[in-house]
């Protein structure tokens, strides 16, 4: 029964994993310096398409920053998870991604703390796909 082989049809993998902050002005710019600091790798600025006015928000203003990574996705993941113990609740599962956040970057390991960033979170998704879909 070792020897059972798997149906590379039904392998799943991940296809991407996506950094996002949420904010406007000295936020967005920190957000921005942070993603940037963590992935090496340029992120985009998000723009909104309605006006909500009790919010302030208005079309065109930027209100996030988000960054794919999919080349280096299972590596980076692993640095993520850990800041979790690597569990997550029933809630944060999708059908085909789960998405958690981290409160503030400082639990990374390997990550110090950058004064012109302050402290700040984020949240992280991940996308799996299968083979042929």
């Known amino acids: 029964m070792?020897?059972?082989?798997i149906n590379p049809m039904r392998e799943?993998?991940?296809?991407?994993?996506?950094?996002?902050?949420?904010?406007t002005?000295?936020?967005?710019?920190?957000?921005f310096k942070l993603l940037k600091l963590l992935t090496e790798k340029k992120p985009s600025k998000r723009k909104s398409k309605k006006r909500i006015p009790s919010l302030g928000v208005r079309p065109g203003l930027e209100i996030g920053v988000v960054v794919t990574l999919r080349?280096?996705?299972e590596e980076f993941l692993k640095k993520m998870l850990a800041t979790n113990n690597d569990t997550l609740s029933k809630k944060q599962i999708s059908e085909n991604n789960f998405s958690f956040g981290i409160k503030e970057y400082l639990?990374?390991?390997?990550?110090?703390?950058q004064r012109d960033i302050g402290i700040m979170g984020f949240d992280v998704?991940?996308?799996?796909?299968?083979?042929?879909?």
């Open 125 to 133: 998704t991940v996308v799996f796909k299968r083979v042929g879909r």
């Open 2 to 5: 070792a020897d059972k082989k």
């Open 25 to 31: 002005g000295d936020t967005l710019e920190k957000g």
């Open 12 to 23: 799943i993998k991940i296809e991407k994993v996506v950094l996002s902050i949420g904010g």
């Open 71 to 73: 080349k280096n996705a």
């Open 107 to 113: 639990e990374i390991p390997g990550v110090e703390y």
